[in-house]
């Protein structure tokens, strides 16, 4: 079993920066990539950003320039650095991880509410 816990959400003005972190533990041995989701209220759960145990990453079309995944797999600890933060990005944002040779994201934490004032 994976456990992940997310930290480092809060409020921000628009046009400033916060970092989510998202500790995991357990078998960390069967995770082959990371990735953080969010959910505004009213609308389905998206995919904003992932990376792979290789270091591969990709980016939702909305974040692209402004949001950097990376991981420090001696913390097993992945993060999510977001700059010129705007109101629409506010929502609770999930980590989560997937296990080798699965196409959906089986591990999930408990969600940081971010919330960007205009």
């Known amino acids: 079993q994976v456990q992940l816990v997310e930290s480092g959400g809060g409020l921000v003005q628009a046009g400033g920066s916060l970092r989510l972190s998202c500790a995991a533990s357990?078998?960390?041995?069967?995770?082959?990539?990371m990735g953080w989701y969010r959910q505004a209220p009213g609308k389905q759960r998206e995919l904003v950003a992932a990376?792979?145990?290789?270091?591969?990453?990709n980016y939702a079309d909305s974040v692209k320039g402004r949001f950097t995944i990376s991981r420090d797999n001696a913390k097993n600890t992945v993060y999510l650095q977001m700059n010129s933060l705007k109101p629409e990005d506010t929502a609770v944002y999930y980590c989560?991880?997937?296990?080798?040779?699965?196409?959906?994201?089986?591990?999930w934490g408990q969600g940081t509410q971010v919330t960007v004032s205009s």
């Open positions: 990376i792979t145990s290789g270091g591969s990453t």
């Open positions: 357990g078998n960390l041995f069967s995770i082959n990539a």
């Open positions: 989560a991880g997937k296990n080798k040779g699965t196409l959906t994201y089986s591990y």
